[in-house]
Nanobody, 123 residues
Framework: VQLVESGGGLVQVGDSLTLSCAAS????????IGWFRQAPGKGRQKVSC??????????YYTESVNGRFTISRDNAKNTVFLRMNSLKPEDTSVYYC???????????????WGQGTPVTVSS
């Protein structure tokens, strides 16, 4: 299994970015795919997640991004996206995608992780 993130970069406050998580070795609609972020000196935080088709594709957003970020899935491309709007300096982090049977799993239980893509929001 391989998860490859892309789309990070340096942006200004208020800008938008779309992160991609391309999967191989699994099908993204059969797993929960989560987006996590880790800022320097801080722990890894779950930002958003989309559950498998079996669990109705329900979505989750942490409070600080709710209304600004949107998670979506393209089964044909076997890719999950995170659209990030109205970016703030506090969104600066390395963003990781991960796969597990459940969005609700504890952080340490997630089965597969990507290598991360950095996002820097400059004021």
């Amino acid at each position: 299994v391989q998860l490859v993130e892309s789309g990070g970069g340096l942006v200004q406050v208020g800008d938008s970015l779309t992160l991609s998580c391309a999967a191989s070795g699994l099908t993204v609609d059969s797993y929960a795919i989560g987006w996590f972020r880790q800022a320097p000196g801080k722990g890894r935080q779950k930002v958003s997640c989309i559950n498998s088709v079996e669990r109705y594709g329900s979505t989750y957003y942490t409070e600080s991004v709710n209304g600004r970020f949107t998670i979506s899935r393209d089964n044909a491309k076997n890719t999950v996206f995170l659209r990030m709007n109205s970016l703030k300096p506090e969104d600066t982090s390395v963003y990781y995608c991960a796969a597990d049977p459940y969005c609700e799993s504890w952080l340490e239980d997630w089965d597969y992780w990507g290598q991360g893509t950095p996002v820097t929001v400059s004021s």
